[in-house]
C-alpha cells in the first residue's frame, strides 16, 4: 500500500480542484492496516475474497467481517467458486 499511498496525491492534484486539495499538496497518505482482519498475502486471492465479502452484503449480514476468515477457508472459496464457473458455463456447452 506504501506505493498507492505515494502515488495518491499526485492524483488528486492531478484531477482535484485545487481548493479540494487543500494545504496536503503532495504529502504522501498515512495508512494503517486494521488490526484482527484476515490479511491476503497470496497472489490470485483477491477475487474470491472480494466476491466473499458481495455475497454477505448481498445475504443481508448488516456488519460483514473478514476477521474469521483463514487461508484454508479462502481455498475453500477458491474450490468453490472454480466448481460453480465450471458447472455454469463449461458443461452446457457439451449438454
Not at 477475487?47 to 452484503?57: N, R, S, T, V
Not at 467481517?65 to 456447452?93: G, H, N, S
Request: charged share 20%.
Amino acid at each position: 500500500m506504501e506505493p498507492v499511498a505515494a502515488i495518491l496525491p499526485y492524483l488528486a492534484k492531478k484531477v482535484c480542484p485545487p481548493h479540494a486539495v487543500g494545504e496536503h499538496q503532495l504529502a504522501p497518505f498515512h495508512v494503517e492496516r486494521v488490526v484482527g482482519l484476515y490479511e491476503n498475502r497470496r497472489s490470485g486471492d483477491c477475487g474470491p475474497l472480494a466476491i466473499k465479502f458481495l455475497e454477505m452484503h448481498a445475504t443481508g449480514n448488516d456488519s460483514p467481517t473478514m476477521a474469521c476468515l483463514t487461508d484454508d477457508l479462502v481455498d475453500i472459496f477458491r474450490k468453490q467458486y472454480a466448481m460453480e464457473i465450471y458447472k455454469d458455463w463449461a458443461v452446457p456447452l457439451y449438454l
